[in-house]
Structures are given as structure tokens and as C-alpha cells.
């Protein structure tokens, strides 16, 4: 599935974050790392598949990852 | 493609309750919690036919959170309260969210009994080894060895696994997964909600503070990891023995068959006695 004209976007809400780690240690790509102030931020983005396993595992709801279809 | 998380919770959490949520940081009851949520909207119910039914216990604290018809019930009464509202009206769907302390202690009876007459309710079980709410004392799902407040040498009870249970007390969907496997549990759940009978899903979960702090486990992360190497799919178990599988988390389905629903008969109960 070529998906090179998808564009991402992984929005963390901070307000629910508790810092746990999760996301940042299973994220495949490397694409969101933990901030030196303990928070996960997406610093790669152009490494994001779109696997969205950060949301799936993120316990405090506070991952959504947003698809869509880069206009040419 | 999956639904974003940002639709599912505008549909399903009750944003009038304080967020986040009381769970400790890194705790899997959110995970389970979201699988859940994910698996009733592929189904496509709407929320007014779900009852999302607890007792009490950390894991219990769901139903405060989403937005369906919901009960907070007694400490391990979850089962036989769901029964009666499935039995009152049997066109709703009935989720039982319960933990290991709730549903396999003070409610393990009620889940034999619920088992065996294969009602049409789907129970979700986090299985985190510990009565985290009120402070970690051993219950009966705690592995041989571990420490806990109640058991500071060490547990020397052999522990319930809750789905093999389920299945030899006459449940016909018993399913075992982890917070690990999020997408495997979501599919399970799934499965569990459209069965028709008792379906029972058990999540191994992670307890980070009251459970893997007083057994140096480390933080979530460090659970989560060790829930990955324990994990063994149902079908590379066939030759294994009982000792060989007894510190491995066997995932997958456990038992799957058809049977008579409870409430199907009930209902021919009540047209013989000329009630309807």
C-alpha cells in the first residue's frame, strides 16, 4: 500500500499526559521521542507510518494520529 | 482505516468528568478501556442499547467515564446485576467491566454461575495481579513468588487463570490477551461483543505502582516489555506441560463454541407459564 502522498500529523494532549514512556518506547520508527522535560513530542514526524500503535497503547487517551491526502 | 482516537472519545467519554483520569501513570486500564470503546463502535451500536455494568475496584472506575447507560454496583456484584437487567430486557447489550480482585475474589462465584448458564453478557476482566485501589494486597490472580502488602515473603497460593476457568465453567467464548497487544485485544473484544452466550476476555494488564514497584518490576514501560516476552500464542502451546506454561502468559482464544443463551430459554419459560 503506497501511501506517499499521505500526510500525518500525531497530536499529544499534554493536559492528560502523566509521562509514562509508553509511546515513545514502542513507537517503531523512532518518530516521537521524550522531551527533556519528560513530555513525548512527534520530533520526526517524517518518520511516522501511520501504525497509530502510540494511540492504541497511550492509557490516558491523550495520542490522536491524523491521516489525510496531501492536494497536489 | 481506524477510526482517529480524537472521534472515538468525542463520541463515547463524558466531558463533564475530570480528565485526566484516576488511574496511575502508565496503568493498562486505559488501554483496555480504549479497546473497548474501539471495539463497541466497529460494531455499531448505539449507546443507548449498551449498559456498561462494574463493581468496585480501580477497574470499576470506567463506567464513570463513558457515556452509555452505566452501573456502579456492589464489590463483586457486577455479574449477577448484569444479569438481571439482561434477563429484565434482554434486547440490550450488557458489558460486564470488572477486575481480577472483583470478578475472581468476592466475585468468583458469581462468575462460575454466570459462566454456566451461558447469559448473553460480554465481561472485559483486567487482570492486574493486585488490589491496586486499596493498596496492594495479593489477590487471588497474584503469580506464585510475588510480593505484595498481604504477602511481603512472597505469595505462596497457586493463582486462578481466568479464562481457562470461565471456559470449563460452561462459558463458550473465553479470550486472553494483553495491553501489550492492543489490536489483538480490540479484535477479541470485538469477537466477545458479537458472540451470542457468556463471553469473557481476559487483558493482562500492567499495575506499575502497586504491583511492579514492590516486585522491582520498574516503570510501565519495563511491564509492558516483560508482558511481550512472557506472551505465548495459544496455538504453540500443544506440547508444552503445565510447569513449562506456568509463568507464560498464554494469549489467544481459549475456548469458542455454540451453545443455548440463557435468556432465549427463559423467554420459553415465561410462554409455557403464559406470561407473554
Known amino acids: 500500500m503506497a501511501k ?41 514526524i517524517e518518520k511516522c507510518i501511520g501504525c497509530r500503535l502510540c494511540e492504541l497503547r497511550c492509557p490516558e487517551f491523550a495520542i490522536t494520529v491524523e491521516e489525510w491526502e496531501k492536494s497536489k | 482505516m481506524t477510526t482517529p482516537n480524537r472521534i472515538i472519545l468525542d463520541k463515547y467519554l463524558r466531558h463533564n468528568k475530570k480528565f485526566p483520569h484516576i488511574w496511575c501513570p502508565g496503568c493498562g486500564i486505559g488501554i483496555v478501556l480504549a479497546a473497548l470503546l474501539r471495539a463497541i463502535d466497529r460494531t455499531g451500536w448505539t449507546k443507548d442499547e ?86 496492594g494486597q495479593q489477590s487471588p490472580t497474584t503469580p506464585e513468588g510475588m510480593k505484595a502488602t498481604t504477602a511481603t515473603r512472597g505469595v505462596i497460593d497457586q493463582p486462578f487463570h481466568i479464562a481457562e476457568l470461565a471456559a470449563s465453567a460452561g462459558a463458550t467464548f473465553a479470550a486472553r490477551s494483553t495491553t501489550y497487544h492492543a489490536k489483538e485485544l480490540e479484535s477479541f473484544i470485538l469477537k466477545g461483543l458479537e458472540h451470542k452466550g457468556f463471553s469473557l476476555v481476559e487483558a493482562i494488564s500492567q499495575a506499575p505502582v502497586c504491583f511492579g514497584r514492590r516486585n522491582g518490576m520498574g ?58
Not at chain 2, 53 to 64: L, T
Not at chain 2, 68 to 88: D, E, M, S, V, Y
Not at chain 2, 106 to 134: E, K, P, S
Request: hydrophobic share 35%; charged share 25%; net charge positive.
Open chain 1, 4 to 44: 506517499a502522498n499521505v500526510k500525518r500529523k500525531v497530536v499529544i494532549y499534554r493536559d492528560w499526559c502523566k509521562q509514562c514512556g509508553i509511546c515513545s518506547t514502542f513507537c517503531p520508527t523512532g518518530c516521537i521521542v521524550k522531551e527533556e522535560d519528560g513530555y513525548p513530542f512527534p520530533r520526526y
Open chain 2, 50 to 135: 449498551i449498559v456498561l455494568v462494574s463493581g468496585i475496584g480501580c477497574s470499576s472506575r470506567a463506567p464513570v467515564y463513558v457515556d452509555f447507560n452505566t452501573l456502579h454496583t456492589a464489590h463483586g456484584r457486577a455479574l449477577p446485576f448484569a444479569t438481571g437487567i439482561k434477563a429484565a430486557r434482554p434486547p440490550l447489550k450488557v458489558i460486564v467491566f470488572t477486575g481480577d480482585g472483583d470478578c475472581a475474589a468476592i466475585g468468583g462465584n458469581h462468575l462460575i454461575h454466570a459462566c454456566r448458564r451461558n447469559i448473553d453478557i460480554t465481561t472485559v476482566v483486567v487482570n492486574n495481579y493486585i488490589y491496586g485501589m486499596t493498596g
Open chain 2, 219 to 276: 516503570d510501565p514501560v519495563e511491564m509492558v516489555k516483560r508482558e511481550k516476552e512472557l506472551a505465548i500464542p495459544i496455538s504453540k502451546t500443544a506440547g508444552m506441560t503445565f510447569e513449562e506454561k506456568k509463568d507464560k502468559i498464554v494469549t489467544g482464544i481459549i475456548e469458542e463454541r455454540e451453545a443455548q443463551e440463557w435468556t432465549d430459554l427463559y423467554a420459553g419459560v415465561k410462554k409455557t407459564a403464559g406470561e407473554e
